[in-house]
């Protein structure tokens, strides 16, 4: 099946060469990994593993950085529901850039997308979603005094000044080409693309002078940074710069991208032990063969496999990968075995989560930004 990749659905089994080609934008090569290693002393294994692989006018942030002009970086999360390991992905790269280049993080929970886009929710739900989710990323180790978040109606007075000057610029047809927009879509999507380039340029307009924004999100988002590069110079902005992640694969196959709505697909950071314990041994789709005596004689496939997969954006260690993995390829290893060694691993990264996202509640209010 064909990929669909758009901000709202992920389907089919995604091929990220081609989304590459598709969306126009270029992959992390050696020379940009170098560059990157080069102020960071050492690869994050997202990077060394290709996880982050695509990217926009990273160069020119670094050329930019290296002149000592800083750079912001900005990301976000639509509340709603709980949020799930894939969400955390970008959130644990933010994390270690703002560490190694002493970045400030502006972070976006759009309340407001997600009452419009979800006929179901009240916009009440999802604000108090988007403070839930807020935990989660505080909980993520970001430093409060470099992090401000805000939750999109709660901020409705700085961000309505930064929407509508981008909203002018963009018109319906554009809307529609690049987010298939109907006329049975409500008016309020029309207007939300907006909404979300608005932080794009929320430094330069908070501090009045031109910042560069490096936006780490999943290539899902894409299409956004799009249309406020192209507007960026009518506005008289600087255009953003991205840099791409992969999806972490929903649970039940190799293809598409996990689902906050439907549970067997993902697991979620507020999970007990043993409901990942019961999703992973029930639903985790299998790279192994049919019978024991097949699976020793020709060996699993864990370029298929989703706990092997699960395992290559949760376990640091290349060595102790490696050698899951070839053990796995030469039938050594059984299914039943992998997903033992996954059930431990996201349930020891999940325990540390939790403690830390209880810990959030009480210092919520040291990275909440407010008109
Ligand atoms: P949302 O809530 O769908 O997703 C939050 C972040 O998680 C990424 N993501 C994933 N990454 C890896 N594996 C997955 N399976 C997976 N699923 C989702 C998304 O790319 C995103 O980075 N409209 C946005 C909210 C938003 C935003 C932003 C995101 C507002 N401003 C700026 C990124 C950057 C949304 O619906 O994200």
């Not at 997600?114 to 993520?140: H, Q």
Request: proline share 5%; charged share 30%.
């Amino acid at each position: 099946m064909a990929h669909v990749v758009t901000p709202w659905e992920v389907k089919g089994n995604v091929d990220y060469d081609k989304l590459i080609q598709e969306f126009g934008v270029s992959k992390i090569d050696p020379k940009v990994l170098a560059r990157i290693q080069k102020h960071t002393g050492e690869l994050h294994y997202f990077l060394r593993r290709g996880i982050f692989f695509a990217h926009r006018d990273l160069n020119f942030v670094l050329d930019e950085y290296e002149k000592g002009n800083k750079f912001f970086l900005y990301t976000g999360r639509s509340p709603s529901g709980n949020t799930h390991l894939g969400h955390l992905i970008p959130w644990i790269f933010n994390k270690w850039l703002q560490d190694k280049f002493n970045a400030e993080l502006y972070f976006q929970i759009t309340d407001d997308e997600k009452f419009m886009y979800r006929p179901e929710l009240s916009l009440e739900e999802t604000n108090r979603l988007g403070y839930e989710n807020a935990l989660d990323v505080i909980a993520c180790g970001f430093n409060p005094k470099k992090t401000f978040i805000f939750v999109d109606t709660d901020y409705g007075k700085t961000l309505y000044k930064l929407s509508v000057k981008i909203a002018k610029k963009v018109t319906a047809s554009s809307a529609k080409a690049v987010f298939g927009f109907t006329d049975s879509t409500n008016i309020g999507m029309y207007f939300w693309p907006a909404v979300q380039a608005a932080p794009c340029y929320l430094p330069t307009f908070l501090k009045g002078k031109p910042v560069r924004t490096l936006i780490p999100a999943a290539i899902d988002q894409d299409p956004y940074w799009r249309i406020t590069r192209d507007i960026a110079e009518k506005v008289g902005f600087p255009k953003p710069a991205a840099i791409h992640n992969v999806f972490l694969p929903a649970l039940t196959g190799p293809s598409g991208k996990m689902s906050a709505s439907h549970s067997e697909t993902a697991v979620y950071t507020t999970d007990s032990p043993e409901v990942v314990e019961k999703k992973i041994r029930k639903y985790a789709f299998s790279g192994g063969r049919d019978t024991i005596e097949e699976h020793r004689r020709l060996g699993g496939n864990p370029d298929i496999d989703v706990s092997y997969q699960w395992l290559t954006f949760f376990e640091e260690d290349d060595k102790k990968l490696k050698k899951i993995h070839d053990e796995y390829k030469s039938g050594k290893m059984l299914t039943g075995e992998l997903k033992e060694i996954l059930i431990e691993k996201v349930n020891g990264f999940l325990k540390e989560h939790q403690r830390n996202r209880e810990k959030a509640r009480k210092n919520l209010d040291k990275f909440i930004l407010k008109d």
